[in-house]
C-alpha cells in the first residue's frame, strides 16, 4: 500500500435534471493513493453534505467491478484510462500529484442524463426483453450432465456472458452502437448447444428493439473493445453479424 | 404474543416435501391469471420468483431500487453454489449436503427446512444449465466442481470467478421471458418503504419512486420481500453499498417477527481494513483456501516480509489446530482464529492481517494453474492493493459479510403477517447460526424457483384473497406514514452527516457485536446506540428535497432502520447465553477456546416482536432435532 498523499484538481460535470444545462465544478483534493475514485467522491460528497450543500448524484454498488452500475467518462474515458477495469476499480494510485480529471456522465442519445453523473440505461434491459434468454420453464430440465459442453466452449460462452451491462461501450462509440452489449449476449447463446433452438429468432428480436431504442450503427472503429471493462471482444458483432445474415436467409426477412 | 406454527409436515424428514407439495392446494391454471403479486427485489431470490411465478399464470409486479433488475447485490457472488449430485463420485448425498448444513450451522437451523433445501439443490443446476448459465466444465465435457469449507466432498458448481453474475443473469433472462410474454412488469428505481395490511394481510406496498421522489401505492393478493441481507448495518462489509434493512425492518415494524438477528457472519477471507475513508471490505473468494494456505509468523509484532521469514517461523494456525479440515474450516471458525491470532500480536506486522499463501499451489500446479482456476481474484487483488499476489502472499483479514438472521417464516416461507412471504438473504431459515459456502446461493434460487411456487398457491388457493383497491384507508394511512417520517428527517437539519454516524455505528457493532461478545460490551453498547440513535434524529443533516434524485435522503432513511435494528441485534446477543456458530459469548467457550453450545436452554429460534421503539417481545420457536444427534461440532 502507497504513503503519500497526492494533489488532484477534479472537475466533475453538475447538472439538475435532464433538461437543465450542465457544467463542470472544480474540486481541489488531496488523497490517499490507495482510495479508489469512487471514494474519491464519496469524500468530496461528504464535505458538501456537512456544508448544507448538494452531494454529486452517482451511481454505485458492488464496487468490485461486476454489477455494471457505476461509469463515468474520465478524461475522455469510459471507465478511465485502465484497460479492462470499471470505474469502481480505478484507484487513484493511477494519478500522478498535480493531475486534473475531468469527470463526465456516459454520454449517448440513448442514456438520457437524470442528474449529475447519473444516466438512463434501460434501453438495455429494452433489448434483453426482446430475446435475451433461452424460452424454457422452470421444472422441466434435464440432468446437468446430460448436455455435454466441451470446455473449451463453455469457456468462450462465458468470456462472451461476462458483460456487466455497463454501457460504456455505446458512450466509447462515436455512433452509439450497443453492438458490443448486444453480441455478447447474443454469442454467449449462439455458442452454447442450448441456444441453438432460438438462435436466429432471438438475433433478429434483439436488434431490432436496439434499432428502436436510439443506439446508432455499427461501423467498425472498435472503440468499444478498447473501453470495455470486461474486455468483451468485437469477435462477438462478427458473431452477431453473421447470425443476423443467416437469420435474413432463413426466415425470408429482408428488412 | 406472537402465535409462531411452523408448520413444518409430519412424517419422515425425506418425505416432507413431497408429500406437503401433494398436501397443498393447487390453483388451476385459468385461474392464476386471477391474482396479482408483488415481488420486491430483484437478486437470485427475487428474480427466480418473478421468472417461475410469471411462468405459472400469476400477474407479477417486480420492484428494485436499482436502475436495473440485472444488478443485484447477488450479481458480486464468487465463489459458487452447492449441490448434491455426486458428479466426484466422493459419496456425497442429499443426506450429507443437509447434514454438513445443519452441523454447519451449529445445530441451530431447520431440519426440515435444510433437507428441502439440499433435495432441491440439484434442481437448481439442472435449472441453471438449460438457461445457459457456462458452468465451469472439465475437458471431457461434464461440469466442474471444487471443495469449499465445512465439507469433504467437492459439490460446488461455479462459474470462474463470477458465479452469481451468471446465476442471476440467468434468472433475470428467465423474467424478461416473461417480461416479453406479458406475465411480469419490472418497476426498477423503487425503494420499498412499507407494507399496506388489509384486515392483517399484506395487501400491497407503497415506494418511492427515486428519480421523482414521489410515493406511489401498489396494490397485489400477495407480496413476496426478497430485499437480501442487513450486513451494512457494520457499515464497513463484503456486501454491495445499497444492501440494507429497510423493507424487512418495515415490514417487522408491522408485526412480522424478526428472528436471530445476533446471528452475523464475518468472513474470513477478505481485504484488510486500509484507511477511515474506505468505503466497503472486499471478499477474496473462500474457494482460495482450497489452494491457499494460511498462517501468520510465530513471533508477535514481526516486521520481516512473508518471503524472509522461513518455514519453521510461520504458524499454519488452522492446519495446526484442524488437522481433518485444515484451511476448509467453516467460516466461524476460521475467521476466530484469525481474531485470536491477531489479538496475540501475530497478525502481519503486529497488525490486523494474515497471510493468505500460494506458494505450495504454484509449486504443485504452476502459476498458470493457479491463474486458471483463480485468475481474476488475482488480478483484483492486485488492482485493489496495487501488490502482485503471485509474488508476495495476500494479506487477509475477517469481515462483515452475511446474516444468517432475518425475519421468522414458517416452512412455506410466509412470515408471521399472513400474505406476505420472505425468500433469500432475507428470511432467517435455512443457515442455523453459521451459513456454510456456496449455499447463500443455493437457498435464494431454491426459494425462488421451486418453494415460493408452490406455497404461494396453498395461501391463495386457501385464502382466496380479493383484489383490492389503493384508493382505500390503508393505503392513505401507510403512505401518509411514510412521508410524515421522511420530512421529519428532512426538517432536522442537524450538523452531522448521515455517513459520519453510520460510521460510528459500524464502529461500536463490529467491536461489540462482531467475532466476540460479551455480556458487558453488549449491555454498554445498547446504550451507546440508543445515544447514536438519538443523536441522528436531533442532529443529522439532509440536504437536498423530497421531491428529487436525493441519495442523502435514501441513504438516511437506511440509516435510521440501521440504528434501530444495532441495539435489536445486541439485545439478540445478550439473551443467548451460549456460543454457536457465528455468535461467540466470551463467557461460553470450551477449554480450547471452541464455541460451547446450552441446548438445554437455548436451543430455540429467537423471534423478536416489536412492541414500540427500543422494546420487543422475545417469542421462542423451540427446535427440535429427530434425525441428526446434537453434537459438539468438530473439525479436528
Ligand atoms: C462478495 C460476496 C460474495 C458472495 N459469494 C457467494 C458465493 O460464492 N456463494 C454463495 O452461495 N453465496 C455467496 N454470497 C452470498 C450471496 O451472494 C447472497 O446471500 C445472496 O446473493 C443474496 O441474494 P438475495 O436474492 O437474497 O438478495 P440480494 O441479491 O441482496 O437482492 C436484494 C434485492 O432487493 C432489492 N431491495 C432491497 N431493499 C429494497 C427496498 N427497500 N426497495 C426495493 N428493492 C430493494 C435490491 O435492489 C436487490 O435487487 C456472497 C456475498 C458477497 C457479499
Ligand atoms: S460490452 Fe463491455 S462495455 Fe459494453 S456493456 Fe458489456 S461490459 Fe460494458
Ligand atoms: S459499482 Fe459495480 S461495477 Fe462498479
Redesign the pocket.
Known sequence: MSEKNIKLTLNIWRQESPEAKGHFEKFEKEISPDASILEVLDEINNHLEAEGKEPIAFESD?R?GICGTCGFVINGQPHGPLPKTATCQLHMRNFKDGDSLYIEPFRATAFKILKDLIVDRSGFDKIQVAGGFISFNTGSAPDGNAISIAKEIADEALDAAECIGCGACVAACKNSSAMLFVGAKVSQFAILPQGQPERYERVQAMVKVMDENLFGSCTNTYACEAECPKGISVLNIARMNRDYFMAKLKTGTNE | MIKLDSKIPDGKLSEKWTNHKFNMKVINPANKRKFDIIV????????SAAATLGELGYKVKI????DS?R????????????AAKNYQNDADSVYRLFYDTIKGGDFRGREANTWRLAEVSNNIIDQCVAQGVPFAREYGGTLANRS?GGAQVSR?F?ARGE??QQL?LGAYGSMNRQVNLGNVEIIPR????DVVKIDGHARGII?RNLVTGELEKYASQAVVL????YVNVYFL????M???V???W?VHKRGAAFANPCYTQI?PTCLPVHGEDQSKL??M???LRNDGRIWVPKKPGDTRGPNEIPEDERDYYLERRYPAFGNLVPRDVASRNAKYVCDEGKGIAGGKAVYLDFSDAFNRIGKDGVKDKYGNLFDMYANITGVNPYNVPMNIYPAP??SMGGLWVDYELMSTIPGMFV????NFSDHGAN?L????????LS??YFIIPYTMGNYLGTEKPEKVDVETNEFKETQQNVEENINKMLSINGKQTVDSIHKRLGHLLIDKVGMSRDEQGLKEVINKIRDLREEFWTDVKIVGKANDINQTLERAGRVADFLELGELMAKDALNRNESCGAHFREEYQTEDGEALRNDEEYKYVAAWEYKKEGEWELNKEDLEFENVKLATRSYK
Open positions: 458492488c468490485e | 420486491v427485489g430483484s437478486g437470485l431470490a427475487g428474480a420492484f428494485t431500487f436499482h433488475t444488478r443485484a447485490h447477488s450479481i458480486a457472488a464468487q465463489g459458487g453454489i452447492n469449499f460446488t461455479y458465479t452469481g442471476l423503487r425503494e420499498f418503504l415506494v426478497a430485499t437480501g441481507g462489509s463484503t456486501n454491495a445499497n444492501s440494507n429497510t423493507a424487512a418495515r468472513h472486499v471478499l473468494s473462500e474457494s459479510h452475511y425468500l433469500g438473504e432475507a451459513r459456502g456456496a449455499s447463500a446461493l443455493m437457498q435464494g426459494d425462488g
